[in-house]
């Protein structure tokens, strides 16, 4: 017997089981985003490489160590996408979307890093990102995070998740403080992991996003990024707290708070949560005014987000709120014998025709009526509608509650289509 093929470690596959809760996280992200206005764009799988290199940075980790990039047949080199923001960037400014416009845009598939695989966390994984273009002002900040908020809220975690936020403040003050940085790190050198000494040289920011307890101990005393913000930062900041306080969204200010890309700017944060074990991030965005003009465009103040679907589906499992996710099927026709399975299919067309917004399977391929029961029972339909010999003779069909709601009862073929609605009240 031939070797099974198996998929890649870390991309997996989503089973019929599995797909209706990612269809209803799916459904209520495009109702959030149509109700705020956001358009949808779609952006290719594959880029080049050096959008990603000019965008997150070359001495990040998804640069030097994630990305799943190849040479394709003319010797270009091309990268599997790490993340949205970049592609977004790249098909505003290609197809004159940005400059001198405002624009709010969504967009949500894969996105591919190649990282240890842990639950909740793979290579390929799925993202819903929002995308803001044109607006400087501080309310637009406070919108996109009242967008996430909403979601949150649709999906019954808002009390279990925490709003953090920061400010880097300018390019130029934020190297004023990259410097002040470097000297405090420089004078305790020997108390750096080798990661750390690496980024003190390359880009000192990402220091405060280390992972060590003995860098994180060190950094108690470190200069604060608040102490060197241009005035104009902080008054950004303070606006956009001010929105906050008035849609009466909760946050924590975290001045460690960096985000591990090298285009933000003023405004990040992160919505984060302890119900997945340690504290871990389910979306982080914030302001990046400089992209679009690093990557060939005008220069134009952007802000967004992006969400990870796999760890809010966890999260949802692990909260146990996957409960009232709709099943596969509706109704289930049961038919015994050659003219009731002809009847039957009928019946399903014209079903499906009348009540397109329940979902109808008929039995195929014969069978028994146990058989048949026990199809019914599987897919997890609501009802049996059952046609024999008997129902054909009196043009009845019978109607079986599967959760045992309602008695069994046989209603006139001609009645079936005004009967049904009532079982799913």
């Not at 993340?83 to 845009?105: D, F, I, K, M, P």
């Not at 405060?208 to 930062?233: F, G, H, M, R, T």
């Not at 003009?293 to 103040?301: D, N, S």
């Amino acid at each position: 017997m031939a070797k099974k093929i198996q998929a890649i470690r870390g991309m997996n596959d989503t089973l019929p089981e599995q797909t209706p809760v990612w269809q209803k996280l799916e459904s209520l992200f495009r109702q959030v985003v149509s109700s705020y206005g956001y358009s949808e764009i779609r952006m290719p799988i594959v880029e080049n490489t050096n959008l990603f290199k000019r965008s997150i940075g070359e001495v990040t980790d998804i640069v030097e160590k994630e990305m799943y990039t190849f040479a394709d047949r003319n010797g270009d080199s091309l990268t599997l996408r790490p993340e949205g923001t970049a592609s977004c960037v790249r098909a505003g400014n290609e197809h004159g979307l940005l400059y001198n416009q405002e624009r709010r845009l969504w967009y949500t598939g894969p996105m591919f890093r190649h990282e240890r695989p842990q639950k909740g966390r793979y290579r390929q994984f799925h993202q819903f990102g929002v995308e803001t273009f044109g607006i400087a002002s501080a309310d637009i900040d406070a919108e996109v995070i009242l967008l996430s908020a909403r979601l949150w809220k649709s999906l019954g975690i808002f009390n279990d998740v925490e709003l953090q936020l920061n400010s880097l403040g300018s390019n130029e003050a934020r190297l004023l403080y990259k410097e002040a940085l470097v000297v405090y790190l420089s004078a305790h050198v020997e108390q750096l992991d080798e990661d750390s000494k690496r980024r003190m040289q390359s880009n000192p920011l990402r220091v405060l996003d280390s992972k060590n307890p003995d860098v994180q101990a060190l950094l108690v005393d470190a200069p604060k990024l608040s102490e060197y913000l241009d005035d104009e930062s902080v008054e950004h900041f303070a606006q956009l707290q001010k929105y906050l306080d008035a849609a009466g969204i909760k946050y924590v200010i975290n001045e460690r708070l960096v985000r591990g890309l090298d285009y933000y700017n003023r405004t990040v944060f992160e919505w984060v949560t302890t119900s997945l074990g340690s504290q871990g991030t389910i979306c982080a965005g914030g302001r990046y005014d400089g992209l679009v003009e690093q990557l060939g465009g005008k220069a134009t103040p952007a802000v967004g987000f992006a969400m990870g679907l796999e760890r809010i589906i966890l999260m949802l499992e692990t909260l146990a709120l996957n409960e009232d996710v709709k099943k596969d099927v509706d109704i289930y026709s049961i038919v015994v014998g050659e003219g009731a399975n002809i009847a039957g299919f009928k019946m399903a067309e014209l079903i499906r025709t009348a009540l397109p917004e329940l979902k109808m399977m008929h039995h195929c391929g014969a069978g028994n009526f146990k058989k048949q029961m026990k199809r019914a029972d599987k897919s997890g339909a609501r009802l049996a509608l059952i046609i024999a010999e008997s129902e054909l003779e009196s043009g009845c069909v019978t109607i079986k509650d599967l959760q045992g709601q309602f008695e069994q009862q046989s209603v006139a073929m001609s009645e079936l289509i005004k009967v049904l609605p009532g079982y799913f009240k």
